[in-house]
């Protein structure tokens, strides 16, 4: 019998390759038998899925590495060795045959362009090929006429077939391309989880060895108590939200999304050092922009004994039992886009925790919703942990039919822990001062432009090159940012006897693990409000009069709050309005109550943040399936006007080292190197990259447009960045000429992406 090729790097036969998908498939039948599939539908698709790959254009193709934009997809050409009567006669139906027909054929993204004679032709040479080709496990293969009442992509639309079918597809489909994805990189589509529950089982012994009365708190046992309920659960800062989430995922294939990178970054050192400890390329992934990096930087620093390839391969085909991750990285399939089945049907048997859900912008908040919907319908299941809960995000979930348990609240109103003062007038250097007494000083500011001028007006008074003065934001570049961060969580240790004041902006809200002594704040809105302070008497009892500080910007606003800003002005007046009265203690209980009231849909209605989120609601329902492709995706679901940048002061000072690597980033692909030496050749580039990423800042690409002198230069093919005219220094970070651009970064701080 001839030998016909499936694949080249490594050299594989039809046969070969399609016993190695059976192997997959029996391996996610066993470790997830529930799964809400036909399995015998999935066994058949696997074994026909890459049968017209034996037409000569392809083994030409893979043999000779000629290539014919003739080549009609051998996914279509599969579809020949399709016996439907067959298929009736065993008691699949018209549907179930149309289904598996359209997995098949479209299981990979291409374009059909072929004529109905060139189709004919291309099946009458198969035919020929057929003769020589056998297979234990498909008996009598014949070659048939295609008939496309069985194929066509009508089937993922909804408003033939309906919500069943199409999900079904939707499953079917995703799992035949895990299979088949997992089989071509030699990996196993799924790894059990069956370490989670022993691990936090230790995790929790080691507490107790230095306190005896450890155990789990309300908000834990509550969650684990509870695995099968999709929940929400508001709780506050402290409380284990993290370990909450899981005992909530235990033994399950899990998920853990975070809005913000450092935190994700936080978490996923937290679990891979206390909670699991071995096998961590086999168990826990790390999914964000900047994965591999990560994972190189891991191996590393601390040996870590694993394959950085497979590791990252395993991660991007969501093989591993548990995932930290970003929301584009698995909610952008709402946009239904081409190759968006993997992840739904993935997200079907697995269990997904969403955390700080209220720091989510509207567009962000849409998609997330519109994702939870699809997720449950699948059978998939969510958690959120939040520490304060728009009520309105509530009524959205209801309002799209999504089930969850009554939301529950987790509050300690023994312990207060914060007393606010607010100061009806503009944030201040003099305020500040009087604050400041050899204590630990937090300052959060809306933008960077006014964090910038309140510390060059401390630094004026104090005197500058002081150790207890420091700023942190955005606009740092990345290497003098990574030091800040260390030495704000040092300062910020309950136990460290260091004091200074440090001036932030959003970056602290929620990514940094920090207690300080006093905050003063300016106000944007009554949910960043409170967690930002949650940055001062962490976990600690109140001992003084006021610890918290806030300014509500007098008769005007506070930075950043505008018609065109990051803070929706009627929310942020909505905030300042429910401030009036309060002087003093604050309960958790109290903080909870007033987002609940706040953030109504009838506050709201009117709001620009409301219209954001319905005009993007509405924008990716109206969606068509597989209308679009993953590269406009990434560009509609981040929708974020942001660049990297290089100050021209950085770049010169630089610029050997910096077009040193360009050069090596940007050359040319070489066909004849070994395999051994294209994996070297990825991990050069990205220990290469990451040197290059430490001299970039990511700005808001207003600043971009309007810098007369900028300068682009291209990382590889897919990626850029611009040199710009501007003033940077390691105490101020970046700083841009006036009216270079309205001052947006609030919401850009270490975005999600």
């Known amino acids: 019998m001839k030998k016909y090729w499936a694949k080249s790097s490594p050299a594989e036969t039809i046969q070969e390759h399609t016993d190695n998908l059976l192997v997959n498939y029996r391996l996610l039948k066993k470790i997830y038998p529930g799964l809400n599939i036909n399995w015998d539908m999935l066994y058949l698709v696997c ?23 003739t080549e009609i997809p051998h996914g279509i050409l599969s579809l020949s060795f399709f016996n439907a009567k067959k298929l009736k006669e065993v008691g699949y139906s018209k549907l179930d045959i149309k289904i598996m027909a359209t997995t098949v054929a479209y299981h990979h993204d291409r374009e059909f362009r072929y004529e109905d004679e060139e189709l004919t032709e291309e099946i009458k040479k198969l035919e020929k090929e057929a003769v020589n080709f056998s297979y234990d496990k498909i008996e009598n293969l014949e070659v048939r006429k295609i008939s496309e009442k069985y194929f066509n992509c009508e089937i993922v639309r909804r408003d033939k077939y309906g919500e069943d079918a199409f999900f079904q597809y939707v499953i079917l489909k995703g799992m035949l391309n895990r299979i088949d994805y997992a089989a071509s990189a030699g990996i196993d589509v799924e790894n059990k989880n069956d370490f989670l529950s022993d691990g936090l089982e230790k995790f929790m012994t080691e507490l107790k060895k230095k306190n005896p009365k450890a155990e789990w708190n309300e ?11 999709n929940i929400i659960a508001i709780a506050q800062t402290g409380m284990g939200k993290t370990e909450a989430g899981l005992l909530w995922i235990g033994d399950n294939k899990g998920f853990f999304t975070l809005p913000l990178r450092t935190a994700i970054n936080a978490i996923y050192k937290r679990i891979t050092e206390n909670i699991v400890e071995s096998e961590i390329d086999k ?21 870590l004994e694993a394959d950085i390839d497979e590791y990252y391969n395993r991660t991007k085909q969501m093989s591993l039992p548990l995932t930290v991750c970003t929301l584009d990285q698995i909610f952008d399939f709402v946009f239904r886009y081409r190759g968006f089945e993997p992840k739904l049907a993935t997200l079907a048997y697995s269990k997904v925790v969403i955390d700080e859900i209220q720091m989510y912008s509207p567009d962000l908040l849409a998609y997330l919703i519109n994702g939870l919907s699809y997720i449950t319908k699948v059978g998939g299941k969510f958690a959120v942990l939040t520490a304060t809960l728009p009520s309105i995000v509530l009524d959205l979930m209801k309002k799209e039919n999504i089930p969850f348990a009554e939301p529950k609240t987790f509050v300690d109103n023994k312990r207060i822990r ?16 009087e604050l400041y007494d050899n204590n630990k000083v937090l300052v959060v500011c809306n933008t960077v432009k006014q964090a ?15 150790n207890d003065l420091n700023l942190l934001h955005s606009r740092f570049l990345k290497k003098d940012r990574a030091g800040k961060e260390e030495r704000i969580l040092a300062m910020g240790e309950r136990e460290s006897d260091e004091t200074g004041i440090w001036i932030g902006t959003q970056i602290v809200e929620a990514s940094l693990d920090i207690d300080f002594d006093v905050l003063l704040t300016e106000l944007s809105d009554l949910n960043g409000l409170f967690q930002r302070m949650g940055r001062c008497y962490r976990n600690r009892e109140l001992d003084k009069e006021y610890n918290c500080y806030v300014f509500d910007g007098g008769e005007g606003k506070c930075s950043g709050v505008g018609k065109n800003s990051v803070i929706d002005p009627d929310i942020f007046m909505l905030s300042k309005n429910a401030l009036r009265t309060l002087d003093g203690v ?36 109206m969606k068509l399936d597989n209308e679009m492709k993953r590269e406009e995706v990434l560009k509609e679901f981040r929708n974020i006007h942001s660049a990297n940048i290089i100050p021209e002061s950085v770049y010169q000072e630089n610029k050997n080292e910096i077009e040193e690597i360009l050069d090596f980033l940007n050359q040319p692909y070489n066909k004849e190197l070994t395999s051994n030496e294209r994996k070297n050749l990825k991990k050069e580039k990205a220990r290469l990259k990451t040197k290059l990423y430490d001299y970039l800042v990511n700005v808001n690409y207003q600043y971009i447009e309007k810098n007369r002198g900028k300068t682009e230069k291209s990382i590889g093919k897919y990626e850029k960045f611009f040199i710009l005219k501007c003033n940077y220094s390691e105490e101020i970070g970046a700083e841009f000429l006036k009216n270079a651009g309205k001052d947006r970064e609030a919401g850009q701080e270490d975005s999600i992406f």
């Open 283 to 303: 168990r826990v992934a790390l999914l964000h922009g900047d994965t591999y990096s990560k994972y190189l930087e891991k191996s590393d620093k601390e040996s």
């Open 47 to 69: 074994l026909y899925h890459d049968l017209g790959k034996m037409n000569l254009k392809f083994q030409n193709k893979i043999i000779n590495r000629k290539y014919d934009n």
């Open 219 to 229: 908000l834990q046992k509550y969650m684990e108590e509870n695995r099968d309920e």
């Open 418 to 433: 914060h007393s606010i003062k607010v100061l009806h007038e503009e944030i201040n250097t003099e305020r500040i001062l």
């Open 452 to 466: 910038q001028k309140i510390y060059k007006g401390l630094a004026e008074v104090l005197g500058g090159n002081r």
């Open 586 to 621: 604050i309960s958790e209980q109290t903080k909870v109550d007033m987002i609940k009231n706040i953030y109504t849909m009838e506050n709201l209605l009117d709001t620009d943040y409301f219209k954001i989120f319905q005009k993007s609601m509405e924008f990716v329902k």
